[in-house]
């Protein structure tokens, strides 16, 4: 009975801890999107249109840079993942085919864009299911820090936030 008294008390000073400290440790999410996949069945030398809604959900001016990239397949999870560093097996790509009107884009805060494109698929592909993810990368200034009133850490760190659109196409023969 007492290792159980011990066992609760440790765990409420635990919670207490992590409720007071790493509250302010998880990041603001500062843009939404949707869709967060882009499904297309098309034929060899087709196109097709495709939109992302992109939202400012922050009180600042957000500059984000967009692109096509090449994913891979989490072999755990089974997750399509941007290969940022280049450094995965890639097969069955897609991202060569994506266009779009603008790589660099700006959203006023609380506000919305529509971001655009095409699918422009070569005429000698081969059946199959191919894959890309249209990928979201907000800029950060060098020197910019977030202003958290209440923090109970004056510890920063920065984070990378990657957030896209997968985007898969099902190319069927003629």
């Known amino acids: 009975m007492v290792d159980k008294i011990r066992k609760l008390v440790l ?3 635990v919670l207490i801890i992590m409720f007071l400290f790493v509250g302010n440790a998880y990041p603001q999410i500062e843009l939404t999107l949707s869709p ?12 097709t249109r495709y939109e992302v809604f992109l939202m400012n959900e922050s ?14 397949q989490n072999e755990m999870t089974g997750q399509f993942l941007p290969n940022i560093m280049g450094d995965k097996n890639v097969i069955f790509s897609c991202t060569e085919w994506i266009t ?4 660099n884009i700006v959203i006023e805060p609380k506000s919305s864009f529509l971001f655009e494109g095409e699918i422009i698929v070569p005429k ?12 979201f990368t ?18 920063y760190i920065p984070i990378d936030y990657y957030t896209g659109s997968v985007v898969f ?6």
């Open 169 to 174: 196409v099902q190319i069927y023969p003629r």
């Open 36 to 47: 967060l996949t882009i499904e297309r069945n098309l034929k060899p030398g087709s196109k």
């Open 100 to 103: 779009s009107k603008t790589e």
């Open 138 to 155: 907000i800029e950060r200034e060098e020197n910019e820090r977030p202003d958290v009133e209440g923090a109970s850490t004056s510890a």
């Open 11 to 13: 765990i409420s000073i």
């Open 59 to 72: 009180d600042k001016e957000l500059k984000i840079n967009c692109k096509p990239i090449d994913v891979y």
């Open 124 to 135: 000698a592909v081969a059946p199959g299911s191919y894959s890309s993810m249209i990928l």
